[in-house]
C-alpha cells in the first residue's frame, strides 16, 4: 500500500504544483466574477427609482393606503406613488422630471378593471408591479390583514411524499438551482480529472516507462494510486471552485435577505455524495481502461471525451424533468449510470423519489464502478507492453 | 540455491513461438550472460524472469521462488525499451523511481547525488529528461537500474547507444558490482562485447538454447580446429592435415583450419619437418561470434 501513496502524491503534486494547473483554476471564479458583476451592475444601473404617479377618476383611492419603503436592498425598494388630482398637473409632474409615469384610473374602474399608463419612454417592470400591489393593498382594504396577506402572497405548497420522510417546501429556489449547478460541477470534475488521469496513463506509454514501473510496484496498486490521485486534482480544482461560489453565495444573501429563507436540503446533499462519488470511479476507471488500451494521448482523449455525452445529454432534457420528475422517462434517466448522478439529485430536490429507486440506482453505480476497475486493471495488464497497437474491448474480456 | 531457475519455458505470441523451452540458471555472485541474435527470445525471456509476461509452459523461480512485490525491490531492471518521464526534472524522476523501489526519499536523494556526480550529470539535474541526451538518458536509466543496491542487476543490451568512453565506464561499473557480490545477468546481441566479462552464459537463437555452460568451457570445446600463423616465407599451398588456409590482410599471416582429428601438434610437426620458418604459432581460441556462426550454421538454423 505503501507505493500505492508515492504514486498517489506522485501524479497528484505533478499536476497541483504546475502553474497550468493554478492559472486554470483561477480563471473560472474570477470569468465568473466578471460576468456576475457586470450583469449585477447593468441591473443596478437600469432600477429608476423616480416616484410614480396616478389620477384617480373614480374615487375608490379616497384614502390610500401607501406601500412600504422597503429595506436597504435596491431590488426589493417599493417606489414612491404620488396622488394627482388632475390629468394636467399629472402631465405637468411629469414633463417636470418629478414622476416617471403615472397611471389613470377611469370613472368606471371597479366594473372594468381597465386603467392608462403615461410616461415617456417605456417604463420598467417595476413601475407596473408597484403600482398593481399599491392597487391590490387597496382593494383588500376592507378585509383582515391575514386574508389579505394570503391573498397578496398565495400559499406556500409543501409536499409530503407517501412515506412521510421527505418534504418539499415549492418556496426553496436553491433546491432548483443546486441541482443543476451540481451536476455541471459533476461533469466538469469527470472532464477535469479524467483528462489528467488518461493523460498519465498514456505518457506511461509513450514514456516507455512501463516496464520499469510493473517491475517496482504491482499494477493494481499503480492503478489505484493514478485513479485516486487524478481525481484529488479534479477535486481539489472543484473545491477551490466551491470555496468561491460559497464566498459568493454569503455576498449574495447579504444583497437579497429575502432568499435567507432558502435552505440546502441535507437529504439531498447525502443522495449527491452517494451518486457522484461511485460515478466518478466508474467513469474515471472507464478513461483508465482507455487509456491503457490505446497507444496515444489524442486518440484516447477522442475516445474518452464520448464519456461525457451521457453525461451531458441529461441537461437537454432538464425542463422535462423538472415540470414531471417522476416520469418513466425521468426515472429511466435517474437509474441509468451515466445520467444517474445528474438526474437522480434533481428528482430528490424536485420532488419524492421511492426509496427503491434510490437505492437501486446507487446499487447499480457501485457495481459499475467496480466492474469498471476491474476492466481497467485487465486493460492495463494486458496493453502494458503493446507500442502502437490498440487493444479491443474483445481481448480484455476475454483472455486470461 | 540458484538465484534464477529457469525451467523450460515456452511463450508464443499468436503463431510466433518467441520462447521454445529455454532452461538454464543463474547462480548467486556470477555475471551470466543471456546471448543471441537479434529476435532470438531473450528479451521474452527476461520479461517472463521478470513475472510481466506468463510463460505459457514452464516455470521461473528467482530468489527461490515465485516473484513478489517485496522481490522486486531486490532487483535492477535496465529495460530494452529505455524510458523515463521526459515532462519531469531528472532528479525528480529519478528520486520518483528509487522511491518506488522501496527506498526512503532522503536515501535516495544521497546516493542520486553520488551517482549523479560519477556520471557527469549533476549539472543536468534540475533539467526536464526530455532536454537531455540520448547518452546521459541511458546513463540516467543505468542509475534507475543501481540506485536502491540491488542484489540482482538484470541488464538489457547495455551498450546500446553508448561511445565507447561510457561502454567502457558501464564495464567497470558492472565488474565493480560483480565485486561486491552482486549476480548480473547481461543480455545482449553483441556477443564480443560481454566475452571479457561473462562467468557462464546461455546462447538462443529463434527461441531455443543452443549453448550453454561456462565460457571457458565453450571456447575451450570450439577451439583446436583453428591455428593463426605467421611465417617468413609464403606458406606452400598443402600441408596434410591443414584442411583450408586464409591469408588475412597481410600476405604472411594466416588462418588454418584443421582437419577433423588432427590436432594443432602435429600440424606443428609437419611444419618443422618441412622446415618452415614460423615467427608465429598459435591455437586460436575462437571468438562468440564465431563460434555462434559456427553452431547455426552447422544445424542449419540462420536466416541471412
Given at each position: 500500500m505503501h507505493k500505492m501513496w508515492l504514486v498517489l502524491k506522485y501524479e497528484y503534486l505533478r499536476h497541483v504544483k504546475k502553474k497550468r494547473f493554478i492559472l486554470a483554476v483561477l480563471s473560472v471564479p474570477l470569468f465568473i466574477l466578471v460576468i456576475m458583476g457586470i450583469s449585477f451592475l447593468s441591473v443596478l444601473f437600469s432600477i429608476d427609482n423616480t416616484p410614480i404617479g396616478y389620477v384617480d377618476q373614480s374615487q375608490f383611492l379616497a384614502n390610500p393606503v401607501m406601500l412600504t419603503q422597503g429595506g436597504s436592498d435596491p431590488f426589493e425598494k417599493n417606489l414612491e406613488i404620488i396622488p394627482f388630482d388632475t390629468e394636467q398637473a399629472a402631465q405637468s409632474a411629469l414633463d417636470q422630471g418629478q414622476i416617471q409615469a403615472f397611471f389613470i384610473l377611469p370613472p368606471d374602474y371597479l366594473d372594468t378593471g381597465d386603467s392608462k399608463l403615461v410616461s415617456k419612454e417605456i417604463p420598467g417592470s417595476e413601475v407596473y408591479n408597484d403600482f398593481r400591489l399599491f392597487l391590490r393593498k387597496n382593494l383588500l382594504k376592507g378585509y383582515e390583514p391575514q386574508i389579505a396577506d394570503r391573498v397578496l402572497e398565495g400559499a406556500d405548497v409543501e409536499l409530503v411524499a407517501m412515506e412521510g420522510e421527505r418534504e418539499r417546501s415549492s418556496a426553496n429556489v436553491l433546491s432548483i438551482i443546486l441541482p443543476v449547478v451540481a451536476g455541471i460541477l459533476f461533469m466538469l470534475a469527470v472532464n477535469i480529472s479524467g483528462g489528467y488521469l488518461l493523460q498519465s496513463l498514456v505518457e506511461e506509454k509513450e514514456n516507455r516507462t512501463m516496464e520499469i514501473i510493473v517491475t517496482s510496484i504491482s499494477p493494481t496498486q499503480l492503478m489505484a494510486g493514478k485513479i485516486i490521485g487524478n481525481l484529488s486534482v479534479g477535486l481539489t480544482q472543484i473545491i477551490i471552485w466551491l470555496f468561491f461560489a460559497a464566498i459568493g453565495i454569503v455576498f449574495v444573501l447579504r444583497t437579497f435577505p429575502s432568499l435567507q429563507s432558502a435552505q440546502i436540503d441535507s437529504f439531498f446533499l447525502i443522495i449527491m455524495i452517494l451518486t457522484f462519488l461511485p460515478a466518478f470511479v466508474m467513469v474515471a476507471a472507464m478513461m483508465a481502461a482507455i487509456g491503457a488500451s490505446s497507444s496515444e494521448t489524442k486518440e484516447a482523449q477522442q475516445i474518452a471525451g464520448l464519456f461525457t455525452i451521457p453525461i451531458a445529454l441529461p441537461f437537454w432534457f432538464i425542463a422535462a424533468i423538472m415540470s414531471n420528475p417522476n416520469s418513466p422517462f425521468s426515472v429511466f434517466l435517474s437509474i441509468f449510470p451515466f445520467s444517474a448522478p445528474v438526474i437522480l439529485p434533481m428528482r430528490v430536490a424536485l420532488s419524492a423519489v421511492p426509496t427503491w429507486q434510490i437505492v437501486t440506482t446507487i446499487l447499480i453505480l457501485i457495481v459499475a464502478a467496480i466492474f469498471s476497475l476491474w476492466l481497467a486493471g485487465r486493460a492495463f495488464r494486458l496493453g502494458l507492453?503493446?507500442?502502437g497497437k490498440r487493444l479491443s474491448l474483445k481481448e480484455i474480456l476475454q483472455k486470461g | 540455491m540458484s538465484t534464477i531457475d529457469v525451467d523450460n519455458i515456452t511463450k508464443s505470441f499468436g503463431t510466433q513461438i518467441a520462447v521454445d523451452g529455454v532452461t538454464f540458471q543463474v547462480e548467486p555472485g556470477e555475471i551470466f550472460g543471456l546471448l543471441g541474435p537479434n529476435g532470438a527470445g531473450k528479451t521474452t525471456s527476461i520479461r517472463i524472469i521478470l513475472d510481466i509476461f506468463k510463460p505459457d509452459h514452464g516455470s521461473v523461480s528467482i530468489f527461490g521462488g515465485a516473484m513478489t512485490e517485496d522481490k522486486k525491490n531486490r532487483i535492477g531492471y535496465l529495460p530494452e525499451e529505455r524510458g523515463l518521464y521526459q515532462e519531469v526534472s531528472l532528479e525528480n524522476c529519478l528520486v520518483y523511481l528509487a522511491t518506488l523501489k522501496g527506498m526512503s526519499e532522503k536515501r535516495s536523494q544521497e546516493r542520486i547525488s553520488s551517482f549523479l556526480e560519477r556520471f557527469n550529470l549533476s549539472d543536468h539535474r534540475?533539467?526536464?529528461?526530455?532536454?537531455?541526451?540520448k547518452g546521459m538518458q541511458q546513463k540516467a536509466q543505468l542509475i534507475t537500474t543501481l540506485v536502491h543496491d540491488p542484489e540482482l542487476i538484470i541488464i538489457d543490451e547495455p551498450f546500446s547507444a553508448l561511445d565507447p568512453i561510457n561502454t567502457q565506464m558501464v564495464k567497470d561499473l558492472l565488474r565493480e558490482q560483480s565485486k561486491l557480490g552482486k549476480t548480473i545477468v547481461m543480455c545482449t546481441h553483441q556477443m564480443h562485447q560481454v566475452e571479457q566479462l561473462c562467468d557462464r552464459l546461455v546462447l538462443i537463437n529463434r527461441g531455443k538454447t543452443i549453448l550453454y555452460g561456462k565460457l571457458a568451457e565453450i571456447q575451450e570445446q570450439f577451439s583446436g580446429n583453428e591455428i593463426i600463423l605467421r611465417t617468413e616465407n609464403p606458406l606452400p599451398a598443402n600441408i596434410p592435415g591443414i584442411q583450408s588456409l586464409h591469408s588475412e590482410n597481410s600476405h604472411l599471416v594466416y588462418k588454418a583450419h584443421l582437419e577433423d582429428g588432427v590436432s594443432p601438434q602435429v600440424i606443428l610437426q609437419n611444419l618443422l619437418a618441412q622446415n618452415i620458418i614460423l615467427k608465429q604459432f598459435e591455437v586460436s581460441s575462437p571468438s562468440l561470434d564465431e563460434i555462434f556462426i559456427q553452431v547455426v550454421t552447422k544445424s542449419g538454423e540462420f536466416d541471412a
Amino acid at each position: 500500500m505503501h507505493k500505492m501513496w508515492l504514486v498517489l502524491k506522485y501524479e497528484y503534486l505533478r499536476h497541483v504544483k504546475k502553474k497550468r494547473f493554478i492559472l486554470a483554476v483561477l480563471s473560472v471564479p474570477l470569468f465568473i466574477l466578471v460576468i456576475m458583476g457586470i450583469s449585477f451592475l447593468s441591473v443596478l444601473f437600469s432600477i429608476d427609482n423616480t416616484p410614480i404617479g396616478y389620477v384617480d377618476q373614480s374615487q375608490f383611492l379616497a384614502n390610500p393606503v401607501m406601500l412600504t419603503q422597503g429595506g436597504s436592498d435596491p431590488f426589493e425598494k417599493n417606489l414612491e406613488i404620488i396622488p394627482f388630482d388632475t390629468e394636467q398637473a399629472a402631465q405637468s409632474a411629469l414633463d417636470q422630471g418629478q414622476i416617471q409615469a403615472f397611471f389613470i384610473l377611469p370613472p368606471d374602474y371597479l366594473d372594468t378593471g381597465d386603467s392608462k399608463l403615461v410616461s415617456k419612454e417605456i417604463p420598467g417592470s417595476e413601475v407596473y408591479n408597484d403600482f398593481r400591489l399599491f392597487l391590490r393593498k387597496n382593494l383588500l382594504k376592507g378585509y383582515e390583514p391575514q386574508i389579505a396577506d394570503r391573498v397578496l402572497e398565495g400559499a406556500d405548497v409543501e409536499l409530503v411524499a407517501m412515506e412521510g420522510e421527505r418534504e418539499r417546501s415549492s418556496a426553496n429556489v436553491l433546491s432548483i438551482i443546486l441541482p443543476v449547478v451540481a451536476g455541471i460541477l459533476f461533469m466538469l470534475a469527470v472532464n477535469i480529472s479524467g483528462g489528467y488521469l488518461l493523460q498519465s496513463l498514456v505518457e506511461e506509454k509513450e514514456n516507455r516507462t512501463m516496464e520499469i514501473i510493473v517491475t517496482s510496484i504491482s499494477p493494481t496498486q499503480l492503478m489505484a494510486g493514478k485513479i485516486i490521485g487524478n481525481l484529488s486534482v479534479g477535486l481539489t480544482q472543484i473545491i477551490i471552485w466551491l470555496f468561491f461560489a460559497a464566498i459568493g453565495i454569503v455576498f449574495v444573501l447579504r444583497t437579497f435577505p429575502s432568499l435567507q429563507s432558502a435552505q440546502i436540503d441535507s437529504f439531498f446533499l447525502i443522495i449527491m455524495i452517494l451518486t457522484f462519488l461511485p460515478a466518478f470511479v466508474m467513469v474515471a476507471a472507464m478513461m483508465a481502461a482507455i487509456g491503457a488500451s490505446s497507444s496515444e494521448t489524442k486518440e484516447a482523449q477522442q475516445i474518452a471525451g464520448l464519456f461525457t455525452i451521457p453525461i451531458a445529454l441529461p441537461f437537454w432534457f432538464i425542463a422535462a424533468i423538472m415540470s414531471n420528475p417522476n416520469s418513466p422517462f425521468s426515472v429511466f434517466l435517474s437509474i441509468f449510470p451515466f445520467s444517474a448522478p445528474v438526474i437522480l439529485p434533481m428528482r430528490v430536490a424536485l420532488s419524492a423519489v421511492p426509496t427503491w429507486q434510490i437505492v437501486t440506482t446507487i446499487l447499480i453505480l457501485i457495481v459499475a464502478a467496480i466492474f469498471s476497475l476491474w476492466l481497467a486493471g485487465r486493460a492495463f495488464r494486458l496493453g502494458l507492453l503493446r507500442y502502437g497497437k490498440r487493444l479491443s474491448l474483445k481481448e480484455i474480456l476475454q483472455k486470461g | 540455491m540458484s538465484t534464477i531457475d529457469v525451467d523450460n519455458i515456452t511463450k508464443s505470441f499468436g503463431t510466433q513461438i518467441a520462447v521454445d523451452g529455454v532452461t538454464f540458471q543463474v547462480e548467486p555472485g556470477e555475471i551470466f550472460g543471456l546471448l543471441g541474435p537479434n529476435g532470438a527470445g531473450k528479451t521474452t525471456s527476461i520479461r517472463i524472469i521478470l513475472d510481466i509476461f506468463k510463460p505459457d509452459h514452464g516455470s521461473v523461480s528467482i530468489f527461490g521462488g515465485a516473484m513478489t512485490e517485496d522481490k522486486k525491490n531486490r532487483i535492477g531492471y535496465l529495460p530494452e525499451e529505455r524510458g523515463l518521464y521526459q515532462e519531469v526534472s531528472l532528479e525528480n524522476c529519478l528520486v520518483y523511481l528509487a522511491t518506488l523501489k522501496g527506498m526512503s526519499e532522503k536515501r535516495s536523494q544521497e546516493r542520486i547525488s553520488s551517482f549523479l556526480e560519477r556520471f557527469n550529470l549533476s549539472d543536468h539535474r534540475k533539467k526536464k529528461v526530455k532536454e537531455l541526451s540520448k547518452g546521459m538518458q541511458q546513463k540516467a536509466q543505468l542509475i534507475t537500474t543501481l540506485v536502491h543496491d540491488p542484489e540482482l542487476i538484470i541488464i538489457d543490451e547495455p551498450f546500446s547507444a553508448l561511445d565507447p568512453i561510457n561502454t567502457q565506464m558501464v564495464k567497470d561499473l558492472l565488474r565493480e558490482q560483480s565485486k561486491l557480490g552482486k549476480t548480473i545477468v547481461m543480455c545482449t546481441h553483441q556477443m564480443h562485447q560481454v566475452e571479457q566479462l561473462c562467468d557462464r552464459l546461455v546462447l538462443i537463437n529463434r527461441g531455443k538454447t543452443i549453448l550453454y555452460g561456462k565460457l571457458a568451457e565453450i571456447q575451450e570445446q570450439f577451439s583446436g580446429n583453428e591455428i593463426i600463423l605467421r611465417t617468413e616465407n609464403p606458406l606452400p599451398a598443402n600441408i596434410p592435415g591443414i584442411q583450408s588456409l586464409h591469408s588475412e590482410n597481410s600476405h604472411l599471416v594466416y588462418k588454418a583450419h584443421l582437419e577433423d582429428g588432427v590436432s594443432p601438434q602435429v600440424i606443428l610437426q609437419n611444419l618443422l619437418a618441412q622446415n618452415i620458418i614460423l615467427k608465429q604459432f598459435e591455437v586460436s581460441s575462437p571468438s562468440l561470434d564465431e563460434i555462434f556462426i559456427q553452431v547455426v550454421t552447422k544445424s542449419g538454423e540462420f536466416d541471412a
